[in-house]
């Protein structure tokens, strides 16, 4: 399959190629906003990731993603998927619909005012709506999946983990929403020379016996809690005051909060915490905390909020077993395949993420008690990591 041309009409703000292990994806910026927030949010973990010029994808067969601020562009698809409508569910569970004309997907998700037309022919995705912000983050959200999915088919898998990498090797912090995933691979980003690789999921594989992992791209959500313990609350409020660049959707509540100086935990309508977003470039410049491309991983630690004192690590006898429901195929991965842009994996694949559940279950292990204090956490954590 051949990438057809690019115009410069379609990539006003330039193309720019998200790569990562030898998989691509071209993304052509209908703004010069759009190319710059991928280069930062998907860039910033995928250093290979670049600007390219015009014409320079004819000869590759990497996938075009194409973003535009284009509301009446936005209005035609909407008007079109109307006349004969699917409901589905868009990125991270939100509904949306879709329909299905000659093998072309043209969707729409009327929460965030936003399009789509996958035309699997010629691999292209348009991605089009009226506001910027959200055009530019779902085309990273699209160029990012492309990448995982070609990834996916070289054997790797998407796992539902934080991760910290240090001089000592690579920990994964695995555990179910609310297990303390983040709080744990903050604080030990946070402590001595480690450097964080990803607080949600990752990508992993095995190579022999070695567990190998790789950043999946996103921000990272801090409750007001967390920030305080960690002694970052005043620092997010001074980088809010001086006005530099916030997540698309940071909640306006949360800027204007910590702006004000206040620190306590607010909720939602929904009971959700309200969460600061960090976005990569923040960690560093408001934090110290430096980022990790990539790792070996050496040990896994399995993190629980308790109400007791928090404990350092101790060793663990989990099973195989454990690791199995933090795979994220499908569905389970809250981005589901509504554009038909997943492909079927090979059977191959089955055997490489059997041989990673093994070599998962044979790093050492261990169990680490966090209470809500995050101060005390931090100094139940500092002795440094177990042998």
């Given at each position: 399959m051949r990438t057809p041309p690019v115009t410069e009409f379609e990539a006003a703000g330039g193309l720019v190629r998200v790569q990562l292990e030898g998989c691509h994806a071209t993304i052509a910026a209908g703004t010069e906003a759009i190319a710059n927030w991928a280069l930062s949010y998907l860039g910033s973990w995928w250093p290979e990731t670049e600007r390219i010029a015009i014409g320079q994808t004819?000869?590759?067969?990497?996938?075009?993603?194409?973003?535009?601020?284009?509301?009446?562009?936005?209005?035609?698809?909407?008007?079109?998927?109307?006349?004969?409508?699917?409901?589905?569910?868009?990125?991270?569970?939100?509904?949306?619909?879709?329909?299905?004309?000659d093998g072309v997907v043209y969707a729409h998700c009327p929460e965030r005012r936003v399009a789509y037309v996958h035309n699997p022919v010629d691999g292209t995705i348009r991605v089009v709506g009226p506001d910027e912000s959200q055009v530019k983050l779902d085309t990273a959200r699209i160029a990012r999946m492309l990448v995982t999915n070609e990834l996916e088919q070289r054997g790797w898998v998407v796992l539902h983990a934080a991760c910290v990498i240090g001089p000592e090797g690579g920990v994964l912090v695995i555990g179910n929403k609310g297990a303390g995933k983040t709080t744990l691979s903050l604080i030990l980003s946070s402590l001595g020379t480690r450097a964080l690789l990803a607080n949600d999921r990752c990508l992993v594989r095995t190579d022999g016996n070695v567990v190998q992992a790789l950043p999946w791209p996103g921000s990272v959500s801090i409750g007001f809690g967390l920030l305080t313990g960690l002694g970052w609350a005043e620092l997010a409020a001074r980088s809010i005051r001086n006005g530099a660049e916030q997540h698309p959707f940071q909640h306006s509540d949360v800027a204007a909060l910590l702006a004000a100086g206040s620190f306590t935990p607010r909720f939602g309508e929904d009971g959700r915490e309200l969460k600061?977003?960090?976005?990569?470039?923040?960690?560093?410049?408001?934090?110290?905390?430096?980022?990790?491309?990539?790792?070996?991983?050496?040990?896994?630690?399995?993190?629980?909020?308790?109400?007791?004192?928090?404990?350092?690590?101790?060793?663990?006898?989990?099973?195989?077993?454990?690791?199995?429901?933090?795979?994220?195929?499908?569905?389970?991965?809250?981005?589901?395949?509504?554009?038909?842009?997943?492909?079927?994996?090979?059977?191959?694949?089955?055997?490489?993420?059997?041989?990673?559940?093994?070599?998962?279950?044979?790093?050492?292990?261990?169990?680490?008690?966090?209470?809500?204090?995050?101060?005390?956490?931090?100094?139940?954590?500092?002795?440094?990591?177990?042998?």
């Open positions: 004819a000869d590759r067969v990497d996938a075009v993603v194409t973003g535009c601020v284009d509301p009446e562009g936005y209005r035609q698809v909407v008007s079109f998927v109307a006349a004969d409508a699917e409901p589905t569910t868009t990125f991270i569970r939100v509904p949306g619909f879709r329909r299905i004309v600061f977003e960090v976005m990569v470039p923040q960690l560093a410049e408001c934090f110290g905390i430096d980022v990790a491309t990539e790792g070996k991983i050496g040990r896994v630690y399995f993190p629980q909020i308790t109400s007791q004192a928090p404990r350092g690590p101790a060793r663990s006898v989990r099973q195989h077993e454990s690791f199995t429901e933090h795979v994220l195929f499908g569905p389970a991965s809250g981005y589901p395949n509504f554009l038909e842009l997943t492909p079927v994996l090979p059977p191959e694949q089955r055997a490489a993420t059997a041989e990673l559940l093994r070599a998962l279950g044979d790093l050492p292990a261990y169990e680490v008690a966090l209470s809500l204090d995050a101060a005390r956490n931090r100094s139940a954590l500092s002795g440094g990591w177990p042998d």
